[in-house]
């Protein structure tokens, strides 16, 4: 099926209060063009070279997200342009982040990454980290830089009870974080294997890639 055809499949399992994010990582630039032309506007990419990049390359109403882990030394290359940082595990990443946002007069928009998957090598907070940064009077200084909800990664396993489970609890813990901080709006939950689960949890965003390009290939 083209790239057109399987966003239009997709889009019809997406409710319309849920954002969709193509993540285009790794995939060619005339693959992107494909997914524009078919209406998409929200790409997902995991290494800031690569998104700068496609950035020059793409039309500019194109909104960039940075889904994966984040280097504080690159950070200055996508401050210019990039609409929203998934990935965010710690308060130095976040005063970074503000220092290059002020640079180019913006405000950036973050998610907190939440450590939901049984693995070790997921990165992301626990539930009291993140209470902490939230609280934290150093953060409230911060005015370039704007937490607008969560994001997490389910445990990569075929049991579907297990996943479910701990998108339940991040949206447990979002719910609670929002009665205090109710600029949290935004939980960025589920991927190609399991978003349809996150969506049943309460996601507000996914963040899809395989089933939209195809696999992926890595050498
Ligand atoms: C690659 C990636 C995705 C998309 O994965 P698919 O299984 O291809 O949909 C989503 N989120 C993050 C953080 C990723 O790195």
């Not at 995939?27 to 496609?54: C, S, Y």
């Not at 980290?129 to 953060?139: K, N, T, Y």
């Not at 704007?146 to 049991?159: E, K, S």
Request: charged share 20%.
């Amino acid at each position: 099926m083209s790239i057109k055809n399987q966003l239009q499949q997709l889009r019809k399992t997406i409710p319309p209060h849920v954002t969709l994010v193509a993540v285009s990582k790794t995939k060619p630039v005339t693959d992107l063009l494909e997914a524009h032309e078919a209406g998409q506007r929200v790409f997902g990419e995991n290494k800031i070279q690569e998104m700068t990049q496609k950035w020059g390359e793409m039309p500019n109403d194109v909104d960039w997200h940075m889904i994966g882990h984040v280097q504080r030394n690159k950070v200055k290359y996508m401050a210019q342009y990039v609409s929203l940082i998934h990935g965010v595990d710690s308060l130095k990443l976040l005063i970074e982040i503000n220092k290059q946002a002020q640079k180019h007069n913006r405000i950036i928009n973050c998610l907190l990454q939440i450590h939901i998957a049984t693995e070790e090598t997921k990165f992301g907070l626990n539930e009291t980290e993140a209470a902490e940064l939230l609280q934290s009077p150093i953060f409230k200084e911060l005015t370039n830089v704007r937490v607008l909800g969560f994001m997490g990664m389910a445990t990569f396993t075929d049991n579907k009870q297990q996943i479910r489970k701990e998108f339940r609890y991040l949206k447990s813990i979002f719910d609670n974080f929002a009665e205090d901080h109710p600029q949290l709006t935004i939980l960025s939950m589920g991927m190609s294997g399991d978003y349809q689960i996150a969506i049943e949890e309460g996601s507000t965003m996914v963040r899809i890639g395989s089933s939209i390009f195809g696999a992926r290939n890595y050498h």
